[in-house]
């Protein structure tokens, strides 16, 4: 997760089931970037439980840091990307559909914030890296079977 401010360019590799949230303040052109690898933060306890990994607990986290660096939550903006099946040969109905989870996940906890999707390109079977320029709010995402776009 990190935050930043025009001309940065926050950057995200490799998601396959993992979901890249990007929330973008056009008016202060600041924008924040998390790579979410699970749905739901309930399902771990202990030392090792990390906040910046789950949906619901990541994206307030996030919300926080860019509201600490100037940003309006009424202003943001989200774009999402990832969430591929990548593991539908495995049998195990837990693996073969995380990313699913993990994109409802993420439209659920911006929904119940009030944060608007405004791009989305999740699902699919094929991983993405994502770069997210916080001088425009543009999302580019490239695949290295699918070649590139932008949001």
């Known amino acids: ?7 940065d360019v926050l950057v995200t590799f490799a998601l396959g089931s993992c979901v890249g949230i990007c929330l973008y303040d056009a008016q202060h052109k600041i924008g924040g970037l998390s790579h979410i690898l699970l749905p739901d933060s309930t399902t771990q306890a202990g030392p090792t439980k990390n906040p910046y990994r789950f ?13 600490l660096a100037g940003a309006r939550r009424a202003f943001l903006k ?12 495995v049998n195990n109905a837990s693996l073969s559909n995380v990313g699913d989870r993990n994109a409802r996940a993420v439209k659920d906890t911006l929904h119940k914030l009030g944060i608007p999707i405004i791009a989305d390109d999740t699902g699919k079977n094929f991983g993405r890296t994502l770069f997210f320029n916080t001088a425009d709010g543009s999302m580019l995402i490239k695949s290295a079977n699918q070649g590139e776009w932008t949001l």
């Open 1 to 7: 997760m990190n935050v930043g401010r025009a001309p």
């Open 55 to 67: 949906a619901d607990s990541a994206i307030p986290l996030l919300v926080r840091k860019l509201e």
């Open 78 to 89: 989200a774009k999402i990307a990832g969430g591929a099946q990548m593991f539908s040969a």
